[in-house]
């Protein structure tokens, strides 16, 4: 059950992908990418990692997208002016692109371990509590040094967005 | 594959129930409202106005289906299914009672329990916004695009005091499924007080309830679609079966909102003292009592139609309390009772507010949710958490 699933869901998240990057309209844009993070979410849930599935979709999709989306909508963004393309683009995009992510799989795959196979539901450390509790001992200072990196950005939002200090 | 019939069946009834309930409350919803407001309600179909649902689901199905000429189509027709979708989704985490035994067969009075019962059901409300923010932007509408902003814009920023609100109890029931959180809650302080998360947590349920309210878009958070500023809002041009799907995921919403509440403050499907000083009849009393009330009226009669009516509703209400003394069905009904009767009564709460509060303004509504509710249930939050580290085992 989990191999057709995972292939449903990994076409749906690189068919999403490439809409995200095709669509002329800023809100199909944003709503593809949605259609990205779900499904990578219901990826991560097939892995056994269901707390980050569940906080991908209500950080990410359920958070951070609304906001994308509710300043697109605010801004009443229209569509975007396909530019007329130029001959470099014509004769080599596409080859080029093909280059790219060949060489991008190329280095990925070297950089795999030769033997180990992702197997589905062997995964059982991804609970509410397992990561908890890796967050506060082994990764305690890359957590605390997050969290105060996302203090700066929001005081700096602050100082940003106040007219007068 | 007996697993698989089981489910099916389990699910069909949850489906059959739930869509029963969400026309019924809509019923409910006019009757209270109407009565606040002396008036009389839904009068004409039915007793009482009793198939009245029926009446609007005839209506809402036959009717023409408008497709405005200016809209973004795909949007469009995306926006009322994903709210409808996705509000309906959340009532298959959500347990009912414990498990029971049904013809030799065992099963929990719910469709499935996950390890992160909770998170889904936040997950699934926080994709919600999506249907309203989409409807009131597809339509290419002023008033719906207000609308949709404001929606988007509110549920943002009530969902942080409604998680923190969540997270208090969740410490003191060290798990986030839902089955386990209501099995903390069992049993009783010095034989008597419940142990419900909602005594040490009264801040929190209050919180919670507060962010539920505007989460769900109910007077008096319901800017979105305020009447008289933005004729509907995010719904202004839905029509027929569309507009019917908006009108669904709110009731479905409110449905899940007042579980949830009932689950984790309110000791899920757990009676309030224990059977030991008779908790347990507690459901017949009612009927029966609600039976002879009907009875006495059937034999003095108000109105002519009433000698018939209401002596048939006292004897259906007295085989119902009946039926909780029967020791085969007791332990299938007393705990959804139980249950029904929490999430009733918050529900009743939410008609009652929507007959006696007016409309927040849009810039009260955010410096109350980002100045008040949100340091308050952070506090709540800290408290709760100093507590639970300092004494681990109480």
Same mark, same amino acid.
């Given at each position: 059950m989990d191999a057709p699933l995972f292939l449903l869901f990994a076409f749906i998240a690189v068919a999403s992908a490439i809409s995200l990057v095709v669509q002329t309209h800023p809100i199909s844009s944003a709503l593809s990418l949605v259609g990205v993070m779900v499904s990578l979410a219901v990826l991560y849930l097939l892995l056994g990692a269901e707390f980050i599935a569940a906080a991908q979709i209500i950080v990410?999709?359920?958070a951070v997208m609304v906001l994308f989306v509710f300043v697109i909508m605010l801004l009443n963004a229209g569509t975007e002016h396909k530019s007329s393309k130029s001959p470099m683009v014509k004769w080599f995009g596409i080859p080029l692109l093909v280059v790219f992510i060949g060489v991008i799989s190329f280095i990925v795959q070297g950089m795999l371990p030769k033997s180990a196979l992702v197997v589905f +539901?062997?995964?059982?450390? +991804? +609970?509410p509590l397992e990561v908890g509790r890796a967050l506060f001992t082994t990764y305690l200072l890359p957590f605390e040094v997050t969290s105060i990196l996302i203090l700066i950005a929001i005081i700096g939002a602050i100082v940003l967005a106040r007219k007068e200090i | 594959m007996n697993f698989f019939i089981l489910s099916l069946i389990k699910a069909g009834l949850i489906a059959f129930v739930l869509l029963t309930t969400l026309a019924y409350l809509q019923w409910i919803e006019r009757k209270v409202l109407a009565h606040i407001q002396l008036r009389v309600g839904p009068?004409?179909?039915?007793?009482?106005?009793?198939?009245q649902p029926l009446a609007d689901v005839v209506k809402l199905l036959t009717k023409e289906d408008l497709l405005p000429?200016?809209?973004?189509?795909f949007f469009y027709m995306l926006a009322p299914f994903l709210a409808v979708t996705v509000a309906l989704i959340a009532?298959?985490?959500?347990? !009912?009672?414990p498990e029971i035994e049904v013809f030799g067969v065992k099963t929990w009075m719910q469709l499935t329990d996950l390890k992160i019962g909770v998170l889904v059901v936040l997950g699934l409300s926080s994709i919600g916004v999506y249907g309203v923010a989409l409807a009131g932007w597809a339509s290419n509408n002023k008033y719906s695009l207000i609308g949709g902003l404001r929606s988007s814009a509110q549920m943002i920023s009530y969902e942080l005091p409604l998680a923190l609100a969540i997270a208090a109890p969740l410490l003191l029931s060290n798990s986030l499924s839902f089955r386990e959180i209501v099995d903390t809650q069992a049993g009783y302080y010095f034989g008597v *007080?419940?142990?419900?998360n909602v005594i040490p947590q009264i801040f929190g349920f209050l919180i919670f309830m507060i962010a539920a309210f505007a989460e769900t878009n109910? *007077?008096?958070?319901?800017?979105?679609?305020a009447e008289n500023e933005? @004729? =509907?809002? !995010?719904? @202004?041009e839905y029509s027929s079966m569309k507009f019917a799907a908006f009108f669904m995921a709110e009731y479905a919403n409110m449905v899940t909102v007042t579980a949830v509440a009932t689950l984790i !403050?309110?000791?899920?499907?757990? =009676?309030?003292?224990?059977?030991?000083?008779?908790?347990?009849f507690i459901p017949t009393l009612l009927f029966v009592g609600s039976g002879a009330i009907a009875l006495y009226h059937g034999l003095h009669p =108000?109105?002519?139609f009433d000698r018939i009516t209401l002596p048939i509703t006292g004897v259906v209400f007295f085989g119902i309390g009946l039926l909780f003394l029967v020791p085969v069905l007791q332990p299938i009904l007393l705990p959804l009772f139980w249950f029904t009767a929490k999430t009733g009564a918050l529900l009743f709460v939410y008609i009652w507010i929507r007959g006696t509060l007016p409309r927040f303004r849009y810039d009260q509504l955010m410096k109350f949710a980002w100045t008040f509710l949100f340091p308050a249930a952070l506090l709540n939050l800290l408290i709760t958490a100093l507590l639970v580290a300092v004494f681990p085992n109480q």
């Open positions: 990410y999709a359920g +539901g062997t995964f059982t450390q +991804g +609970g | 009068q004409r179909v039915g007793p009482h106005g009793l198939l000429p200016y809209v973004n189509k009532i298959s985490v959500l347990p !009912f009672g *007080i419940p142990r419900w109910r *007077i008096p958070f319901d800017l979105p679609e933005l @004729v =509907a809002g !995010f719904h @202004v !403050f309110l000791g899920g499907w757990h =009676a309030p003292f224990p059977v030991e000083y008779g908790s347990g =108000a109105r002519p």
